[in-house]
């Protein structure tokens, strides 16, 4: 869905650089949810944030990820110290205040290519 | 853990095709189950959902059931146009929350005139 920001499209990291992926939610969503796709799998949850607190990160790996959504600008997906395995496509997805049995609307995806 | 497994593509049909694109699933409890598409370029866009056994979730002509006693949530649509043409991702929310979704790997779907 056009109205969840993703920057960059594409991104190139030489192993051991750190990588920022940035997901600007649609307009009126304060609930962030940041998923990854390893080649030839589905998409796997990796953390949900709303503004400035991190609600569940159980599928976030232990080391070198981290995530944040500050009260002003885009959520944050950083990836420390960047592997080979950590190629893969990162796809956020948004929605508004009240959770439950509403839709999450994903972006187009960075897609991260290491080196 | 929760798990979904859908058919593997790609499925190439010529246009006004029936397709059918199997996905059957492993849960606790009582997910949701989804069916997602994205079109070129584009991200994911909830096509279709179904919240109960035996509800049926229809959009753009696409249909499914869930059908708990097979554990599936099979897509189908009796005409294909070459406008749906995109990967297809079935999906269950898991561990009885309803934001966390897990997805089947996709099945990319080539309509050709």
């Known amino acids: 869905n056009a109205g969840v920001m993703q920057n960059p499209r594409h991104l190139v990291r030489r192993r051991g650089q750190e990588a920022r992926l940035r997901c600007s939610p649609m307009?009126?969503?304060?609930?962030v949810y940041w998923y990854r796709q390893l080649p030839e799998e589905g998409l796997k949850f990796m953390v949900y944030?709303?503004?400035?607190?991190?609600?569940?990160e159980s599928g976030m790996p232990k080391e070198r990820f981290s995530a944040e959504f500050p009260k002003e600008g885009p959520s944050i997906l950083r990836i420390q110290q960047v592997v080979r395995g950590d190629s893969a496509a990162y796809f956020c997805?948004?929605?508004?205040?009240?959770?439950?049995?509403?839709?999450?609307?994903f972006g187009q995806g960075t897609r991260l290519t290491v080196v | 853990g929760d798990s979904v497994t859908q058919m593997e593509g790609p499925v190439t049909l010529s246009e006004e095709a029936f397709l059918t694109i199997n996905c059957t699933y492993t849960?606790?409890?009582?997910?949701?189950l989804f069916w997602y598409v994205q079109y070129p370029g584009e991200g994911l866009q909830l096509l279709l959902k179904?919240?109960?056994?035996?509800d049926k979730g229809s959009n753009k002509g696409f249909e499914a059931t869930y059908r708990k006693e097979t554990t599936s949530f099979h897509l189908e649509k009796g005409s294909v146009q070459v406008s749906d043409s995109a990967v297809y991702f079935c999906?269950?929310?898991?561990?009885?929350?309803?934001?966390?979704?897990?997805f089947g790997k996709g099945t990319l779907l080539t309509v050709n005139p």
């Open positions: 997805a948004s929605s508004p205040p009240r959770v439950m049995n509403t839709e999450a609307f």
């Open positions: 307009k009126g969503h304060s609930h």
């Open positions: 944030l709303q503004k400035e607190n991190i609600i569940d």
């Open positions: 849960a606790t409890g009582y997910p949701s």
């Open positions: 179904a919240t109960k056994a035996d």
């Open positions: 999906a269950l929310n898991s561990g009885g929350s309803n934001y966390k979704l897990t």
